[in-house]
């Protein structure tokens, strides 16, 4: 979910649980979930973020101060890029001839695309049939802090830079967004169900959350 305060646009994630108050947390790698009561309206957690939107905006500058910058990216032959969990030469990756720097870019990120799309429908083949589950569209979007979410009409969407992380990654974030399609909340049947098919999700997220900084173009 996005909320526009000000100038500034938050992007979230709702955890709907059993608890009394709205709580706002934020991940080492600036990914802010919101854990909500069941019955709380969007509107008010609309409003909790606007009241807390000073608060976030600050620690997620800390975070970004913390954090090792990574490496400027080189667009050239030997320049190194992230696939699969492993890092490859550019042009052990794509074409790279009588390409400029934008042109490399665009055809690596095209490449990105076109490959996590083919990950994402093979592993979700496997997947939905453990689960008995069927998504009703599938698509591979563009996102600075998500890696994958499910609407409300089974919708799915996964960041085309999950073609960088390692398959078991993929695949935990691909099953995270099936259980969905049983549970839309995050609460204990939901992970208890993530977890009946990747048992070791907890470190697949911290590998998200300590790399994903590095996971990019």
Request: glycine letters at 6%; hydrophobic letters at 35%; one cysteine or more.
């Amino acid at each position: 979910m996005k909320v526009e305060i000000g100038n500034d646009i938050i992007e979230f994630d709702i955890q709907y649980g059993k608890r009394k108050k709205i709580y706002i947390h934020i991940a080492t790698n600036g990914f802010i979930t919101v854990k909500v009561p069941k019955d709380t309206s969007e509107e008010m957690i609309v409003s909790a973020i606007g009241k807390q939107s000073k608060w976030i905006q600050e620690k997620l500058q800390e975070l970004k101060d913390a954090q090792e910058p990574p490496k400027e990216k080189q667009y050239q032959d030997q320049g190194k890029f992230m696939y699969l969990g492993k890092e490859y030469y550019l042009h052990e990756l794509i074409n790279t001839s009588e390409l400029g720097e934008e042109e490399l870019k665009e055809t690596l990120k095209k490449f990105y695309l076109s490959s996590c799309k083919k990950i994402v429908g093979k592993r979700i083949e496997i997947y939905q049939k453990q689960l008995g589950v069927k998504p009703k569209v599938i698509e591979i979007i563009e996102s600075k802090v998500k890696w994958g979410s499910c609407s409300s009409t089974k919708k799915l969407s996964f960041n085309y830079r999950l073609a960088m992380a390692p398959i078991e990654v993929i695949d935990y974030v691909i099953v995270h967004e099936l259980c969905h399609l049983i549970h839309m909340n995050h609460d204990r049947s939901f992970w208890r169900r993530v977890g009946s098919i990747v048992p070791d999700y907890k470190k697949k997220e911290e590998y998200l959350a300590r790399q994903g900084q590095y996971m990019t173009l």
